[in-house]
Each structure stands twice: as structure tokens, then as C-alpha cells.
């Protein structure tokens, strides 16, 4: 590893961990994964002294099960994570190069791959490491106050690596279109928007087999017990590839364009 790159993956680390973003964003998965479970099992004890006996007889079998609460997590996160997540990050996406003084330097010799590769490593981990995590503590939570413990262990990590891969792929959308435009918010718009319609539109059309944008949806069929399938790890190598070229594409994109550092202004 160069030490341009060296260089730029303690910036970005450093510009994560200092702002703390990292801490409000760990604060955020974490602190709602705990909260969803307790909040479908408070919906259950209100509802008992609502509803009639025979109609909590026939929903007890649902909500009763630990499953249940990891589930509501999973679709919680998929949501306002990666909402929460996406905004909190647009300063590295793409919002710092309206700063003159922190613009990428090609005349010093920084190269837009250093510049590029350590956000395109260090925001993704971070999210998928949000992710498994928020599912695993969803998971203790739900084993607890539930009554019904159907938790397989296997199927929270598994659940949880999922999700974490879908919000990769968000993450990378908005790292490569911010970085590629220089509108961070903008980008972050689009992918917000994106992951708010395109689910629905795609189990609109039935077209969820090897859909990277439907993957929380497998997601939530494994904490539900269901067994891993083939089809499930092909559409992880489709997220995967996808990501790899979204990060080729901003590549590409930075070194198409010149950046005009002109000017005596300097803004900070």
C-alpha cells in the first residue's frame, strides 16, 4: 500500500471517528435494534386489553415468537438505517469537494484512486458491521422477552450479513454518484428515494430472484427460519459485482473531469 493511500485511509478514519458520526451511527443501529423487538412485544401487551380474547388467541402463535422481533429490526434498519446512515455521510461523499481547500490536489499528485478507495472500504464495512451487529443485539433482546425462543443462530448472522450487504450496496450508489458529481445531497436523495420505491416496485413484478435491491427481503425470510439457498449467495455476487463497478465508474468519472483549483479564495 502507497502512502497516498495510507494517507487517505487515516483521513477518512480519522474524519469518521472525530466528527462523531461513527459514535451517533452505532448509537442509531444498535440502540433501534434493541428498541424494535420491545416495541412489537409493548404493541402485544397493549393489545391484550383491547382486543377480544379469540382474536389474541389467533395472533398469539405470531407474536409470541423471538423471530418476530428480530424481523421487525431487520426491516426497521433497512429503512431509517440506511436513511440516517446515507445523510450522515455526505460530507465524504462527495460534500467536501465544494471545499477549495480540501479539493482533490491533482496538481500535488494525489491520485483519484487514493481518494476514491478508502471511502469505498472503510463506509461500507462500517455499515455492514452496524448491521450484523444491530441484528445480533435484536436477536438477544428478542430471545429475552419473547416467549417463544425460535432464534437459530445461524440465521441471525446470516440475516444479519445480509442486510449488511444490501446497505452496502446504498452506500456505494451514493458514494459513487456524490463523489462522481460533487452533490452529496443530491446523491443522497436519489438513493434514499431509491431504496424507499424500488422493493416495492420489484415484489410489485415478482422480480425478486437474484434482485440485489429485494436482498433485505431475503433477509427477513432467513431470521423467519427459513433455510439459505443458492439463489440467496448468487444474489450476493450480483450485490457484489455491482458494488465493484459503481466504485470503477466514480473512478472513472474523477479522472474524466478536471477540477479547477484556481483562485486565491481559500474556504473552510
Known amino acids: 500500500m502507497n502512502t497516498q493511500i495510507k494517507a487517505s485511509f487515516k483521513k477518512e478514519i480519522l474524519a469518521f471517528t472525530r466528527t462523531k ?14 428498541l424494535s423487538p420491545l416495541l412489537i412485544k409493548g404493541l402485544d401487551v397493549l393489545a391484550e386489553g383491547i382486543y377480544n380474547e379469540q ?9 409470541a415468537n423471538a423471530s418476530t422481533g428480530v424481523m421487525s429490526a431487520v426491516q426497521d434498519l433497512s429503512g431509517i438505517g440506511i436513511l440516517v446512515f446515507l445523510l450522515l ?39 455492514f458491521i452496524f448491521s450484523v451487529a444491530g441484528t445480533l443485539v435484536a436477536g438477544a433482546v428478542s430471545a429475552y422477552i419473547f416467549e417463544n425462543n425460535d432464534i437459530v443462530i445461524s440465521n441471525l448472522i446470516i440475516s444479519g450479513a445480509l442486510l449488511g450487504v444490501y446497505l452496502m450496496l446504498y452506500v456505494c450508489l451514493h458514494l459513487s454518484l456524490g463523489t462522481a458529481t460533487g452533490k452529496a445531497g443530491m446523491s443522497s436523495a436519489v438513493c434514499i428515494a431509491a431504496s424507499m420505491l424500488l422493493p416495492n416496485f420489484f415484489a410489485l413484478v415478482d422480480a425478486q430472484m437474484y434482485n440485489p435491491f429485494t436482498l433485505h427481503i431475503r ?23 455491482i458494488m465493484v463497478l459503481v466504485f470503477f465508474v466514480a473512478l472513472f468519472a474523477h479522472n474524466a473531469k478536471r477540477i479547477d483549483n484556481s483562485g ?5
Open 219 to 241: 433477509a427477513l425470510e432467513i431470521a423467519s427460519g427459513e433455510a439459505m439457498s443458492v439463489d440467496v449467495i448468487l444474489t450476493v455476487v450480483v450485490t457484489k459485482v
Open 21 to 34: 458520526r461513527f459514535l451517533i451511527l452505532a448509537c442509531v443501529f444498535i440502540g433501534w435494534a434493541a
Open 89 to 127: 455521510i455526505n460530507s465524504f461523499a462527495g460534500g467536501e469537494q465544494k471545499k477549495r481547500s480540501i479539493m482533490i490536489p491533482q496538481s500535488s499528485g494525489l491520485s483519484a484512486f487514493s481518494y476514491l478507495f478508502p471511502k469505498f472500504i472503510i463506509y461500507p464495512l462500517a455499515i
Open 264 to 268: 486565491n479564495e481559500i474556504l473552510v
Open 55 to 63: 382474536f389474541m388467541s389467533e395472533i398469539a402463535g405470531i407474536t
